[in-house]
């Protein structure tokens, strides 16, 4: 479990009982559904249910599947078919996540807990009129045992009806009491709450959201002032940039006339550590042009200083901006926290700057597609994709391409051929239009999709890349080039195979 206890379970034990009896008792329910605005706490419940799982039940297997994009439970479906050595798991073209599926649905799966968390997309998890008879979604790669359960953390409590039918445990937002008692377990010096109606008028700004409490918490911790001070700071922010900073909240109606507290706590915070510690600052900028979850702290640039890293890191980490992994040496990004500084990059003109940085250095620390690479180029799939799939930068960029390049033979080489297909396709398009139909290069990125194509199947297409491909090869390495002779070569093969039929 790459997660610690954390506060904001605080007065939420009634909530975490009743999960426990669902999955449990001997009338065991094999799937729930934890549902919930964001910010209320829902993954501190479930990170508490897994600890008090491990500590009740040491024979059960436990997953955590970050079900924010695709990328990011293939990876996690392919992390746990390594673990549990299922066969077949690191053969071309694996159905990675069927073959954990039925694994874990036989008798030789064990006892195993699984949790999806923010599983909120309705598209990733269910089929619409028009796939479903061509695209398989999340909810055919649910396994299905006596011996297991599984727990899926939503915002959207249609996908937890779905998912769950009636096992659905709603969590609400906290009560006064419940918030200040979280509160003050966040307090280093228990004597800031004081003056109590101050301390209560803060609550109430703050809605009684744990995410909000806690990075109020950590400001106050970090400068000593008192609730008096912090609810000053926040009643001088304006509406109109938190307006901004909350565009991309998910439940932004609720606060309809009045101020976003997550966003509002956020920005008190973000000025501070920008003026005093611009490098924590940086990393923040970095981090919210990637995916939010599992971030290898070997992506973040580096710094001149090691000593600045880690403090860089632990200054966010102080502030509740990030989650340390320890296990894993990654950071997760609250799924507010994210949002609202993309949205101020946004509003400072910095979002495109930052996002070619990240382009730059992904481009930088990713490795080759060899096979031995895969434990290190497996930690940038998803952040490697996120930034690939951004509108606002220039997308025939030298970085990109060469980000692009890499990453699509990373996936060829992983079997997953028809995610490889669409980025063999842009690179060889970008370096006819930059490089020229001759060049080395070129010829190297046709060669690259014409095997993607034979690969999937599309054999009289890939015959026809390839002449082309030869064809310019004679002309430009020479007729007795080793590479001239190999795509010959495969080129002959292919021929014959096409005629044999």
């Known amino acids: 479990m790459p997660f610690e206890r954390n506060p904001s379970f605080t007065g939420r034990e009634s909530e975490v009982a009743r999960i426990e009896d669902l ?26 249910l897994v600890h008090r799982t491990r500590e009740k039940h040491k024979d059960c297997s436990i997953f955590w599947i970050p079900a924010t994009t695709m990328e990011s439970v293939q990876q996690a479906y392919r992390d746990i078919a390594q673990q549990l050595r ?21 008798k030789d799966g064990g006892q195993w807990l699984l949790v999806y968390d923010n599983a909120d997309d309705m598209d990733q998890w269910f089929h619409n009129s028009k796939d479903e008879h061509t695209t398989r979604c999340l909810v055919d790669y649910l396994p299905k045992s006596t011996q297991g359960a599984i727990v899926f953390t939503t915002r959207d409590r249609k996908i937890a009806v779905k998912l769950a039918r009636q096992n659905v445990v709603d969590v609400p937002l906290m009560d006064e009491s419940t918030a200040r008692q979280l509160l003050r377990n966040c307090l280093v010096d228990q004597r800031l709450l004081e003056p109590l109606d101050k301390s209560t008028a803060l609550l109430q700004q703050l809605t009684f959201l744990p995410l909000a409490i806690i990075q109020a918490a950590a400001y106050i911790n970090a400068n000593g002032i008192g609730t008096a001070d912090y609810l000053s700071l926040l009643n001088d922010q304006e509406e109109e940039v938190i307006g901004l900073l909350s565009e991309d909240f998910e439940d932004d109606g609720r606060y309809r006339g009045i101020k976003n507290p997550v966003a509002t706590t956020w920005l008190i915070s973000f000025e501070q550590i920008r003026r005093r510690h611009p490098l924590a600052a940086e990393y923040l900028s970095f981090m919210a042009c990637i995916e939010s979850k599992d971030v290898p702290q070997s992506l973040l640039p580096p710094s001149l200083s090691r000593k600045k890293e880690v403090d860089a890191i632990g200054t966010l980490d102080a502030y509740s901006f990030i989650i340390r992994r320890p296990a894993d040496v990654a950071l997760d990004i609250h799924s507010l926290v994210h949002p609202a500084m993309r949205n101020w990059l946004r509003e400072e003109n910095l979002l495109t700057q930052w996002s070619e940085k990240c382009i730059v250095r992904l481009a930088e620390v990713f490795p080759s597609h060899d096979y031995q690479n895969r434990s290190i180029w497996k930690k940038y799939l998803t952040h490697a994709k996120y930034a690939l799939d951004s509108d606002i930068i220039d997308k025939h960029g030298e970085y990109r391409i060469d980000l692009a390049r890499k990453f699509g033979m990373c996936l060829y080489s992983d079997g997953r051929w028809n995610e490889a297909e669409n980025l063999d396709m842009l690179v060889m398009e970008t370096r006819k239009r930059v490089l020229g139909q001759e060049h080395p290069d070129t010829l190297t990125s046709m060669n690259n999709l014409a095997f993607t194509w034979k690969l ?15 064809m310019f090869c004679s002309q430009v390495l020479g007729a007795d080039h080793p590479n001239t002779i190999a795509s010959s070569t495969t080129l002959l093969e292919w021929q014959t195979e096409s005629l044999t039929g």
């Not at 299922?86 to 874990?104: Q, S, Y």
């Not at 999937?456 to 030869?470: A, Q, T």
């Open 23 to 48: 999955l449990f008792t001997k009338d065991q329910k094999s799937k729930i559904a934890v549902s919930g605005l964001g910010g209320v706490g829902k993954t501190s419940l479930v990170i508490e």
């Open 456 to 470: 999937l199947g599309r054999l009289e297409k890939s015959i026809k890349l390839l002449e082309e491909c030869v």
């Open 86 to 106: 299922i066969p077949g798991w690191k053969e071309d073209n694996a159905d990675i996540k069927g073959l954990v599926r039925d694994f874990l649905g036989s």
